[in-house]
């Protein structure tokens, strides 16, 4: 272990933190003269004040004791860099290989409810199907905006009979307690919403796939539930 190298780091630390050895000494309980000698190469703390040390300057102790973070070299650096990029490569070629293999097709998902905007699609082809959903964007004008504390989203199917739940993002019922302080747009809860359901079974028989919606329950600042149904689109034909 290298005393100089360990006083040297503890030095530039110290200037980093913008402490003088006087400020450094209190904070520790030790002596003005302990941190010089130090700093010096001339001794090392114990244990109980390298962790103290750590601490203080937020590092590990081995860094403290190695006189500093050890840094990688340029060849392992290059070598890192390389094969990161290589598997990269890889998983590109991978992805579409099974892409094409596959033969998935894609449908865009919509709405044409005048309150909201939903993004999405389709994939799918014979031996599976997907959703993704990512944008669910409440276009009210901000000055009609009402104030929330806590929203949910679940995605439903339903045929003449009944609805199926297929996923759910948020949960109202886990929020007992509001907040006012809390509160925000619909806009902002919604912001972080996505749904991505894998080997989804669509059911619908007719020519266009049109038996999804969305339900969206918001809790406002008055402990009220406002519920809005949202119907989906799935552009061209849902193919079973």
């Given at each position: 272990?290298?005393?100089?190298?360990?006083?040297?780091?503890?030095?530039?630390?110290?200037?980093k933190?913008?402490l003088?050895?006087?400020?450094?000494a209190?904070?520790?309980?030790?002596?003005n003269?302990?941190?010089?000698?130090?700093?010096?190469?001339r001794g090392?703390?114990?244990?109980?004040?390298?962790?103290q040390?750590?601490?203080v300057?937020e590092?590990?102790?081995?860094?403290?004791?190695?006189?500093?973070?050890?840094?990688?070299?340029?060849?392992k650096?290059?070598?890192?860099?390389?094969?990161v990029?290589?598997?990269?490569?890889?998983?590109?070629?991978l992805?579409f290989?099974?892409?094409?293999?596959?033969?998935f097709?894609?449908?865009?998902?919509a709405?044409?409810?005048?309150?909201?905007?939903i993004?999405?699609?389709?994939?799918?082809?014979?031996?599976?199907?997907?959703?993704?959903?990512?944008d669910?964007?409440?276009?009210?004008?901000?000055?009609?905006?009402?104030?929330y504390?806590?929203?949910?989203?679940?995605?439903?199917?339903?045929?003449?009979n009944?609805?199926?739940k297929?996923?759910?993002?948020?949960?109202?019922?886990?929020?007992?307690?509001?907040?006012?302080?809390d509160?925000?747009?619909?806009s902002?809860l919604?912001?972080?919403?996505e749904?991505?359901i894998?080997?989804?079974?669509?059911?619908?028989?007719?020519?266009?796939?049109?038996?999804l919606?969305?339900?969206?329950?918001?809790?406002?600042?008055?402990n009220k539930?406002?519920?809005?149904?949202?119907?989906i689109?799935?552009?061209?034909?849902?193919?079973?």
């Amino acid at each position: 272990m290298d005393q100089n190298k360990v006083g040297k780091y503890i030095k530039k630390l110290r200037l980093k933190k913008g402490l003088s050895q006087s400020e450094l000494a209190k904070k520790l309980s030790v002596t003005n003269q302990a941190i010089s000698k130090w700093e010096n190469g001339r001794g090392l703390p114990d244990i109980e004040m390298l962790k103290q040390l750590s601490n203080v300057f937020e590092v590990n102790v081995d860094d403290l004791l190695n006189g500093g973070a050890k840094e990688i070299s340029k060849t392992k650096r290059n070598f890192i860099i390389t094969l990161v990029i290589i598997i990269l490569i890889i998983s590109v070629i991978l992805f579409f290989r099974l892409i094409g293999h596959n033969n998935f097709e894609f449908n865009s998902i919509a709405s044409d409810n005048d309150s909201f905007s939903i993004k999405g699609v389709m994939a799918y082809n014979n031996e599976k199907k997907s959703i993704y959903i990512s944008d669910i964007i409440y276009s009210a004008s901000d000055s009609m905006e009402e104030e929330y504390v806590v929203a949910e989203c679940i995605l439903y199917e339903k045929d003449e009979n009944s609805e199926k739940k297929l996923s759910q993002c948020g949960d109202i019922n886990n929020h007992k307690e509001f907040n006012d302080e809390d509160a925000d747009t619909l806009s902002n809860l919604l912001k972080d919403i996505e749904f991505n359901i894998d080997n989804y079974s669509c059911s619908c028989n007719r020519k266009n796939c049109n038996n999804l919606y969305l339900r969206i329950n918001a809790v406002n600042i008055d402990n009220k539930i406002v519920t809005y149904n949202i119907p989906i689109q799935v552009n061209n034909n849902c193919k079973n």
